[in-house]
């Protein structure tokens, strides 16, 4: 999906019917099991100087020693890397109670618009309620409201982490406001401070009801952006910078399309985001790791050359 059917789909959500205000009572709600953390890790052991004689025997087999230890230390440094790699997981954010303190609005707004979003807590539901207020503006054809609605710690790191394979979103939604379009939603990822969306749809049904996708390719996000047609995507590979995650509540207004101003009201529960990782791009490992076998290698060497200047005899057996 391009950005430009994305700021389309923006266009669209504009209601033709008054909106209203009033909340049903007793909205029904369909939960969601909240998707566990998932890890498949790989536990091996690896012993590559085993068996070693410890009495070297004349200046070839000490050449051949030399040689050995530094097929050991390399051999050590693979296996470090391969074990590392292979802890490919499953990593899931979610939120059903959505506190305040733990989420961030940062409305973007093109024309006369404003969003506001906040937990509405009771006895036996708590969701995020999102309030979209919008009117034309006489100096732009259209105005915009989009919110990014951050979830405060939920951050992947590909560096850390390593590369995203895909992602699957899920998210719960209701329509408060009597209106056919409802909000544009879906999720939402800020990296190197843009904002990237993928769109799961509208919030158009008076029930509580599931809006997902699977598999979301980084090809299936692009940059938000009011007056451009960004084609620009994040990067999920192991090189990527770190990803905030959320969602998005978006809604329009137009001049000459019997457009007006209006209030719409909706709801979030259920966020969840599921991380996929790539197993086929392997973590960049930290430069201490390799750095400090080498050191060790090293020190080896020169132990075993000053014991050499000290017993030359010993070079070539007793």
């Keep these: 999906m391009s950005s430009q059917n994305i700021l389309q789909q923006i266009k669209n959500s504009h209601s033709l019917l008054p909106a209203s205000r009033d909340p049903p009572l007793h909205p029904t709600r369909s939960l969601l099991a909240k998707n566990s953390t998932t890890r498949n890790l790989c536990d091996r052991s690896f012993n590559p100087l085993s068996n070693v004689n410890a009495k070297i025997f004349g200046v070839i087999n000490q050449m051949k020693t030399m040689k050995n230890l530094s097929i050991a230390v390399i051999g050590t440094a ?50 995020r309620l999102i309030v979209n ?47 056919i379009y409802g909000q544009l939603t879906g999720l939402a990822l800020k990296q190197n401070q843009k904002i990237y969306l993928a769109t799961v749809g509208a919030t158009q049904e008076y029930n509580w009801t599931t809006k997902s996708a699977n598999n979301l390719q980084q090809s299936d996000f692009h940059k938000f952006s009011f007056i451009s047609n960004a084609t620009e995507n994040p990067d999920f590979s ?26 719409m009201v909706g709801g979030i529960d259920n966020w969840s985001v599921k991380i996929n990782q790539d197993e086929s791009q392997p973590v960049p490992e930290p430069s201490t790791v390799l750095g400090g076998l080498t050191f060790s290698a090293f020190i080896t060497k020169m132990r075993m050359k000053r014991k050499r200047q000290q017993n030359p005899l010993e070079s070539i057996g007793s």
């Design 78 to 127: 693979i296996f470090l890397l391969q074990s590392t790699n292979t802890q490919a997981a499953t990593i899931t954010f979610s939120d059903s109670t959505f506190n305040n303190e733990d989420w961030k609005l940062t409305p973007f707004i093109y024309g006369s618009a404003g969003q506001n979003a906040y937990q509405i807590a009771s006895s036996n539901n708590q969701f």
């Design 238 to 263: 192991s090189t990527g910078t770190p990803i905030e995650l959320g969602f998005f509540r978006a809604n329009s207004t137009c001049l000459g399309c019997g457009g007006y101003g209006y209030t």
């Design 133 to 179: 207020t919008i009117y034309p503006n006489p100096n732009v054809s259209f105005s915009y409201i989009l919110g990014f609605n951050q979830r405060i710690g939920a951050v992947y790191n590909p560096q850390l982490q390593g590369a995203i394979s895909s992602i699957d979103y899920s998210e719960n939604s209701i329509l408060f406001s009597q209106s």
